[in-house]
């Protein structure tokens, strides 16, 4: 089982943006996943993950917490074996360890009509991407 790999955590202030990226490594395409990103707060045990965003195969169907939403933006490039998270208006509540993930193919239609809140449908999470919002 491969394991995702996350770029682009660090640092910004209340306002500001970030972009954490997730690919799979080679030869693994992330194309025929339904994949989504996972948020853990800091000082937070493993319950207290929670997922935040998921995109399908296509990125024809998105959905958002509504903590995040209108502020932060899930896409996909297949081609570039790319998942990416836009953020934008970082709140302190954001910060924490933000994991990509494979939807599992049974919650995928409860996630996709539903939302992908609950960790329990993710598998191959990656090792995360560390995010600080701090002024």
């Known amino acids: 089982q491969f394991q995702f790999v996350e770029s682009g955590g660090g640092s910004a202030q209340p306002g500001g943006s970030l972009t954490l990226s997730c690919t799979a490594p080679?030869?693994?395409?992330?194309?025929?996943?339904?994949i989504g990103w996972i948020h853990q707060a800091p000082g937070k045990e493993r319950p207290g993950r929670e997922g935040?965003?998921?995109?399908?195969?296509?990125?024809?169907?998105?959905n958002y917490v509504d903590s995040v939403l209108g502020r932060f933006t899930i896409s996909r490039d297949n081609a570039g074996n790319t998942v990416s998270l836009h953020m934008n208006n970082l709140k302190p509540e954001d910060a924490g360890t933000y994991y990509c993930?494979?939807?599992?193919?049974?919650?995928?239609?409860?996630?996709?009509?539903?939302?992908?809140?609950?960790?329990?449908?993710?598998?191959?999470w990656g090792q995360g991407a560390r995010v600080t919002v701090s002024s």
């Open positions: 993930a494979i939807i599992d193919g049974i919650y995928a239609n409860s996630y996709f009509n539903y939302g992908c809140r609950v960790s329990t449908g993710f598998t191959s």
């Open positions: 935040i965003s998921c995109i399908s195969k296509t990125g024809q169907s998105t």
């Open positions: 080679s030869p693994t395409s992330v194309a025929i996943y339904d």
